[in-house]
């Protein structure tokens, strides 16, 4: 086969493997009605917990080094103008416009994804996913469903969570190494953000959520050859997932901020 | 009941079920056996729709299960049991939970009475105490049984078995066959079961059926398929020390 076929084939496979991902969400949505009943209120309550509670720690971490090394290069650079002072600005601004949502969206995908993806498509070798259709369960409806629920509705306040501890990390960088007082620079953290860079933040999260669940999901269901398969799958979900969060974050980007 | 009409089935370029072509009544235990790869977890798979032939046609009753689609393969579906080959527990559930979920699903019976049945059913199959055990804290034949407590607690007309007793000792194996075969005299199911074990299909089927590269290559009763003078049956019973003479003898028994 020549490149230019192989490259078609990869084209087609692309495309229509994202024509029944956007399946798979659309069927998934239509079943938000059921997230109240008794079979799958517990269920969305536990990968609430799941997805977002258990990874506050690895999110603390990666914002809190995030915001330091944000005002560390920015108010270095910023020191040479005397401007150093308005380091709470730039973090703020930043985190709440792209960095915020963006890095939990990556480690939401890394973490939570990669394990959805483990799971559906360990479900679906050793036969369980079977198993639910032949008891008359909607595996969409009873695996998918609350994990789409869960991650659209925590993963704004995980990247609120994020933004918060980024701006402290800021802070703190700038009282140590700038000599910027916490007053100055969270005087200049509300300076210059407006409402409009944190809703557009925090639905980009809502966005990258949705696609981190659809991404996993589809992986998953697709996974074929055992424990092999598993793996690919796994590893196609954190590619893919960060490929199209980054695409995604641009294009909403350019949507708001014209 | 169950009816196989000229079904053909390719899988990775291979043909798996070559005008595959057989009935089973009511009230049956039918086996299918053959080698690994000939085709018999396909033809299982056939009957709850989990495949769908090339061509040919597979009837549930009078609903062709072959070409339903939405409700009515739904509705075939609520018809049947079945007992996967690794029992497809889902593991966050404890063994009750797994048991009682298909009434939770599709019934609005209240929980303590759903609970009360999955105890009935684990009682049934000789599990009373596993109830809150997690499926990794049990045994491969446990296992099974929660499957087989899972797979009945709907009052299935078919129970479809996967290799029930595959990776089981043999005591084990023989509690699972006279499970099956209780569950054929007592609620009068209809039961298919794909094994390697000729010695469970010799013990518990109302007939056989030998599958080899996708064809049906023998079919009779017990006492027929030991006889039967098909080079492949003879083979494939005296890889487990099954002869026409002797080794085996049915003692009713089980």
């Known amino acids: ?258 | 009941m169950i009816r196989f009409e000229k079904v053909h089935k390719r899988l990775g370029g291979r043909t798996v079920l070559d005008g595959v072509d057989f009935e089973i009544a009511p009230g049956e235990t039918f086996f299918i056996v053959g080698t690994s790869g000939a085709g018999k977890s396909v033809s299982l798979k056939h009957m709850v729709r989990l495949l769908t032939p090339d061509s040919g046609r597979v009837w549930i009753g009078d609903d062709c299960v072959s070409e339903a689609r939405g409700r009515l393969l739904e509705k075939i579906r609520t018809r049947f049991g079945v007992l996967f080959q690794g029992a497809a527990l889902l593991n966050w559930m404890c063994a009750g939970d797994n048991v009682g979920l298909p009434l939770l699903e599709r019934t609005n019976r209240p929980e303590e009475e759903i609970e009360a049945l999955a105890r009935e059913k684990l009682a049934l199959v000789g599990l009373e105490t596993a109830y809150d055990k997690m499926p990794g804290e049990l045994s491969g034949g446990m296992r099974k049984r929660v499957g087989l407590a899972r797979a009945i607690i709907t009052s299935p007309e078919i129970i479809l078995y996967d290799e029930p007793t595959s990776g089981l000792d043999p005591v084990t194996s023989r509690s699972i066959d006279q499970l099956i075969d209780n569950l054929r005299q007592g609620l009068g199911v209809t039961s298919v079961v794909v094994t390697h074990d000729m010695h469970s299909a010799l013990a518990i089927a109302t007939r056989i059926a030998m599958l080899d590269a996708g064809r049906i290559v023998e079919l009779g009763t017990p006492a027929e398929f030991i006889k039967s003078p098909n080079e492949k049956v003879q083979q494939f019973l005296q890889a487990q020390y099954i002869t026409q003479r002797g080794a085996w003898e049915k003692t009713g028994t089980l």
């Not at chain 1, 024509?19 to 659309?26: D, F, I, K, M, W």
């Open chain 1, 1 to 258: 086969m020549n490149a230019w076929a192989r490259l078609g084939r990869q084209v087609l496979t692309a495309l229509r493997d994202t024509g029944r991902a956007l399946v798979l969400l659309a069927e998934a949505t239509s079943q938000v009605v059921f997230v109240f009943s008794r079979q799958n209120r517990s269920d969305t309550l536990h990968q609430m917990f799941v997805s977002g509670i258990k990874s506050l720690g690895v999110i603390t971490v990666v914002a809190f080094f995030t915001g330091m090394i944000l005002a560390l290069q920015t108010g270095l650079e910023m020191r040479r103008y005397g401007q150093e002072v308005y380091i709470g600005s730039v973090v703020t601004l930043v985190l709440l416009r792209e960095m915020g949502p963006f890095m939990t969206g990556l480690i939401i995908a890394a973490s939570v994804g990669s394990a959805i993806a483990a799971q559906m498509g360990t479900m679906v070798v050793s036969e369980e996913i079977s198993a639910l259709e032949i008891m008359g369960i909607n595996p969409v409806r009873f695996l998918v469903m609350p994990r789409l629920v869960a991650l659209a509705v925590m993963m704004p306040f995980l990247t609120l969570y994020t933004n918060a501890i980024g701006i402290l990390g800021g802070a703190i960088v700038g009282y140590t190494q700038l000599d910027v007082s916490f007053i100055a620079y969270f005087d200049n953290c509300t300076r210059y953000a407006e409402n409009k860079d944190l809703l557009v933040g925090l639905f980009k999260a809502f966005v990258f959520g949705v696609i981190v669940v659809t991404v996993a999901c589809h992986q998953g269901f697709a996974t074929t050859e055992g424990a092999v398969g598993v793996g690919r799958a796994t590893r196609r979900t954190v590619i893919i997932s960060f490929l199209t969060i980054l695409t995604m974050g641009y294009f909403l980007t350019r949507m708001f901020y014209k």
